[in-house]
């Protein structure tokens, strides 16, 4: 019987014993900031993924980085190579900016990410660099070759972080951060799991205002590929109106957010699981 009743509450446990570890993090025990790094394949990813959750750590005076492991060179129906390369650098400085974080553009390029030794101990060294407390980064199943082996490459370097003989020109942590993983609606091989969910409604502007600034896709790139935004309001085309499934349904780049921010008829207008 108790094996029973155990097994019947341990997703709750889980869910509990995850939330005990993220307010006993290094940085909150010691009344210092928190420092999270999220890292994404392309600039845009990580502003989709956790730019709710980042607005809310900056506001606290936390510290926050995205990392994008590609340059973006390849996102776009008419520019290319290091024009399109600077110009995305720019919009994620931009993005950044917004809610008062770091955003690095790594100088990889974009359709051609693989998760080589090379590039797991960039992330090391970022990871390290960072001092990080909390690392946020894509599950490794998507449609995209390059999100996919973004979270490989993360996950890979995840236990390597605390190992001092590896990357001996970037000081090992002493204690390994949490991971985390966003949120997605894949579901093979298995359907995600939220064992946190946090409310951004207080900052889902701001997680627009991120978005916006990525011109050169929201605008230009997505709509191309999807044919689905013309005639949108920039602001509009990203929040969307209303709840999923009720008023009208938003299209092109607010399908996107989706993904990603659960819009619901509940207490909660929009919210993060991860």
């Known amino acids: 019987m108790p094996s029973k009743i155990f097994a019947c509450y341990r997703p709750w446990l889980a869910c509990l014993l995850t939330v005990v570890s ?46 994008s492991l590609t340059n973006g060179d390849a996102g776009h129906q008419s520019l290319r190579g290091e024009e399109l390369a600077k110009r995305r650098r720019a919009e994620a400085r931009e993005a950044g900016r917004r809610i008062g974080i770091e955003y690095e553009v790594l100088d990889n390029h974009d359709g051609k990410l693989l998760p080589t030794l090379e590039v797991r101990e960039q992330v ?51 204690r390994n951060p949490v991971f985390l993983y966003y949120s997605d609606r894949f579901t093979r091989p298995e359907p995600f ?3 946190i969910v946090v409310s ?14 990525h011109v050169s896709q929201f605008y ?5 590929t999807e044919a689905s935004a013309e005639g949108s309001g920039r602001a509009e085309a990203l929040a969307g109106e209303g ?11 607010a399908g996107v957010v989706r993904e990603t921010v659960w819009r619901t008829s509940g207490s909660h207008s929009a919210c993060r699981g991860f």
């Open 220 to 224: 230009e790139w997505l709509p191309w």
């Open 22 to 67: 993220l307010l006993a993090l290094p940085g909150r025990a010691q009344k210092q900031p928190v420092r999270v790094i999220a890292f994404g394949a392309h600039p845009d990813d990580c502003d989709l993924g956790a730019g709710g959750i980042a607005a809310k750590y900056a506001a606290r005076g936390d510290k926050v980085k995205f990392v």
């Open 124 to 174: 090391i060294r970022e990871i390290r660099q960072w001092n990080a407390d909390m690392v946020i980064a894509p599950r490794p199943n998507d449609y995209h070759p390059d999100h996919r082996y973004t979270g490989v490459l993360v996950q890979d370097a995840s236990y390597m972080v605390i190992v001092p003989d590896l990357v001996m020109d970037t000081p090992a942590l002493k």
């Open 193 to 195: 799991r939220g064992d």
């Open 243 to 253: 709840s999923a499934g009720n008023k009208k349904t938003a299209t092109g780049v």
């Open 200 to 213: 951004i409604d207080d900052v889902f502007e701001k997680k627009i205002d991120m978005l916006d600034a």
